[in-house]
């Protein structure tokens, strides 16, 4: 049973708990180089804080996986040695990520398929919570070994990072219910919709439609940028925006938790990806794992315990574009 520690003191925008020191890991080059290449792509963040909890095995049996031994036979000797897998994670996002009711322990889609990796890679897991646009720094400056928070593999990504495929997921429209706006995904010209900062909403849709409105003579869409969706979700409910564009599954999982939301239509429901310094050696060892999970009886019943089994995937892709 892998252990899950969350890490208390703030640290450059990620909480990070002191019951297991890390060991010191070298920073490749080319990561180091990517802080410049991603530097539209992120803002400096900060995460909440937060008590630190080491999970106990007879608490919760939270998902892991039998090490398969080809996997962790291309573990790097540094987190090898370490013995711990530092994955950079998200919350305050159910279904993908949150804390479990009453704890600091962090669960859901998200966690629950890094839990499979660190198994499978004989590993134990160091979950690091983060905020969304701190993440890609934090790779690049070795305060994780990789990050499993639903990104959408992206050219612009791809010259800071290594992805492999774990899952399918897309984007979704959540307005109040009953649609009072009329508002479609296709169309949002002057809207004022919240999204997530530092989200694939924000750095790549959104330019795409002011691009189509511009080009209708239309006034661009208004975007208010939130740390998590919950807030901008709060921001619909106000008032203060007309709508939410952000992951499909998290405004499905609100949309059934609360009547008053809806959605009003998706886009892209594509694969997304495990996110790893670029050109770094625990790339290979992440995708041979996740070549053997994707097919594993663990993998369906994390897809199905969140209600997501059509987001399952076949092959496990390292580096495709979408």
Same mark, same amino acid.
């Given at each position: 049973?892998?252990?899950?520690?969350?890490?208390?003191?703030?640290?450059?925008?990620?909480?990070?708990?002191?019951?297991?020191?890390?060991?010191?890991?070298?920073?490749?080059?080319?990561?180091l180089a990517a802080v410049a290449v991603?530097?539209?792509?992120?803002?400096?963040?900060?995460?909440?804080?937060?008590?630190a909890q080491t999970e106990s095995p007879?608490?919760?049996?939270?998902?892991?996986?039998?090490?398969?031994?080809?996997?962790?036979?291309?573990?790097?000797?540094?987190?090898?040695?370490?013995?711990?897998?530092?994955?950079?994670?998200?919350?305050?996002?159910?279904?993908?990520?949150?804390?479990?009711?009453?704890?600091?322990?962090?669960?859901?889609?998200?966690?629950?398929?890094?839990?499979?990796?660190?198994?499978?890679?004989?590993?134990?897991?160091?979950?690091?919570?983060?905020?969304?646009?701190?993440?890609?720094?934090?790779?690049?400056?070795?305060?994780?070994?990789?990050?499993?928070?639903?990104?959408?593999?992206?050219?612009?990504?791809?010259?800071?990072?290594?992805?492999?495929?774990?899952?399918?997921?897309?984007?979704?429209?959540?307005?109040?219910?009953?649609?009072?706006?009329?508002?479609?995904?296709?169309?949002?010209?002057?809207? @004022?919709?919240?999204? #997530? =900062?530092?989200?694939?909403?924000?750095?790549?849709?959104?330019?795409?439609?002011? &691009? *189509?409105? /511009? !080009?209708?003579?239309?006034?661009?869409?208004?975007?208010?940028?939130?740390?998590?969706?919950?807030?901008?979700?709060?921001?619909?409910?106000?008032?203060?925006?007309?709508?939410?564009?952000?992951?499909?599954?998290?405004?499905?999982?609100?949309?059934?938790?609360?009547?008053?939301?809806?959605?009003?239509?998706?886009?892209?429901?594509?694969?997304?990806?495990?996110?790893?310094? @670029?050109?770094?050696? #625990? =790339?290979?060892?992440?995708?041979?794992?996740?070549?053997?999970?994707?097919?594993? &009886? *663990?993998? /369906? !019943?994390?897809?199905?315990?969140?209600?997501?089994?059509?987001?399952?995937?076949?092959?496990?892709?390292?580096?495709?574009?979408?």
């Open positions: 049973m892998s252990n899950l520690i969350l890490r208390n003191s703030i640290l450059r925008g990620s909480v990070r708990s002191n019951s297991i020191p890390s060991a010191p890991r070298r920073t490749a080059p080319a990561a991603v530097a539209a792509l992120t803002l400096s963040g900060c995460a909440a804080g937060g008590a007879a608490a919760v049996a939270e998902p892991t996986m039998a090490p398969i031994a080809e996997a962790a036979a291309l573990v790097p000797a540094d987190i090898r040695a370490a013995g711990v897998l530092r994955v950079a994670i998200p919350t305050n996002e159910p279904p993908t990520q949150y804390f479990r009711e009453g704890t600091e322990i962090m669960t859901g889609i998200n966690p629950d398929l890094a839990r499979l990796v660190a198994g499978a890679l004989d590993l134990k897991i160091e979950i690091v919570v983060s905020t969304f646009d701190s993440i890609i720094p934090g790779l690049s400056a070795d305060r994780f070994d990789m990050t499993v928070s639903s990104m959408a593999v992206s050219k612009e990504r791809l010259a800071a990072l290594d992805f492999v495929d774990y899952v399918k997921m897309g984007s979704a429209l959540a307005v109040p219910a009953g649609n009072p706006g009329k508002l479609s995904i296709t169309d949002l010209c002057g809207k @004022k919709v919240a999204a #997530l =900062t530092g989200s694939y909403q924000v750095t790549a849709y959104v330019p795409a439609m002011d &691009a *189509e409105c /511009a !080009a209708a003579g239309k006034p661009a869409i208004v975007v208010g940028q939130f740390n998590d969706t919950r807030q901008a979700i709060t921001s619909m409910a106000s008032g203060r925006n007309d709508a939410v564009f952000a992951d499909l599954p998290i405004l499905g999982h609100a949309a059934k938790q609360e009547p008053g939301i809806e959605i009003a239509g998706t886009k892209n429901v594509l694969p997304v990806g495990m996110g790893l310094p @670029k050109g770094g050696q #625990l =790339t290979p060892a992440v995708a041979a794992a996740m070549k053997e999970i994707i097919h594993s &009886a *663990e993998y /369906a !019943a994390v897809l199905a315990k969140y209600g997501i089994e059509g987001g399952a995937i076949t092959e496990a892709r390292v580096n495709v574009p979408r």
